[in-house]
């Protein structure tokens, strides 16, 4: 058996008309985050520890954000393919610990059904998936609400 370890990570500016995207469910905010994509932090930060785990560059190596193809593609067809990607490598998900950082909106009510919507994409237990929020404590860019980070580590295994 191999396992591997991958970290991501993903900033996105807070804009005013685009809906807010994260873990693949539409939260409701004032703001939302500027992208060519939807902009869902927290599935890019998974995806690019998924590719690295893998050895597979990044995520803007394979949905470039110069293309026509990916802009405004829906952030859950990312992850699919994603997860696609690592199994033509002979790989699966073992497990995600991801951290979102942002003053608002508190995502804490919405992490539930981000972890059912990435479970579902995934095709893996929701046991699998650990998301947590914080917030930077109103230092920085997240602080003054400009933006939203987010942070993934995973294990990937292949048997």
């Not at 970290?7 to 500027?34: P, S, T």
């Not at 859950?76 to 690592?86: A, C, N, R």
């Amino acid at each position: 058996m191999t396992i591997r370890v991958g970290f991501g990570y993903d900033v996105h500016r807070l804009v005013e008309g685009r809906d807010l995207w994260m873990g693949g469910i539409r939260i409701e905010h004032a703001k939302g985050l500027l992208g060519h994509s939807d902009a869902d932090v927290l599935l890019h930060a998974v995806c690019d520890a998924l590719l690295g785990a893998a050895n597979m560059r990044d995520i803007g190596f394979h949905f470039p954000d110069t293309s026509a193809d990916t802009l405004d593609i829906d952030s859950k067809v990312i992850l699919k393919e994603t997860i696609g990607l690592i199994a033509a490598k002979g790989y699966r998900l073992g497990n995600i610990d991801a951290t979102v950082c942002a003053e608002h909106p508190k995502l804490n009510p919405h992490i539930q059904a981000m972890k059912e919507c990435m479970a579902t994409i995934i095709g893996t237990d929701e046991d699998n998936i650990s998301i947590k929020a914080t917030t930077s404590e109103k230092l920085g860019f997240t602080g003054r609400e400009e933006g939203i980070s987010a942070y993934a580590t995973v294990l990937i295994v292949r048997d």
